[in-house]
């Protein structure tokens, strides 16, 4: 007689949801009687004015009154209209605002 192979096959079932986990008790809560809460920070962390107006993606430099007063128009802009990052045509509606506009173009000089 040849040998003839088991094609026998075992399924083996594995239910997760039979121990519901929500019956169980609440690791995060503290039995302790002197506990009052989750623990707080002593000291608050001081706000500076300085940090706000120091844009990280342009490094710290010195800048000329003209760039501060754009920075500043762009800032004011973006905290009125709450859109973080305006587009192109908002950026030049804050350029004409402050007074700046498009002017002729050079002509030649003829000697």
């Known amino acids: ?3 003839t192979e088991s094609t026998e096959t075992t399924d ?3 239910d997760r949801r039979s121990r519901n986990r929500r019956v169980l008790a609440d690791r995060r809560v503290n039995t302790d009687e002197n506990y009052s809460g989750p623990e707080r920070r002593k000291s608050q962390r001081r706000k500076t004015d300085r940090r706000r107006l ?3 993606t342009t ?3 010195d800048y000329k009154p003209d760039e501060i007063e754009f920075m ?3 800032d004011d802009y973006k905290r009125r209209s ?3 990052f305006p ?3 908002e950026v030049l509606e804050v350029l004409r605002d402050l007074g700046y ?3 002729a173009p050079p002509t030649r000089t003829y000697e």
């Open 12 to 14: 083996l079932t594995v």
């Open 59 to 61: 490094c710290e430099r």
């Open 87 to 89: 587009t192109w045509s």
């Open 101 to 103: 506009r498009k002017v």
């Open 82 to 84: 709450g859109r973080q």
């Open 54 to 56: 120091i844009d990280p």
């Open 72 to 74: 500043k128009a762009m």
């Open 1 to 3: 007689m040849p040998a």
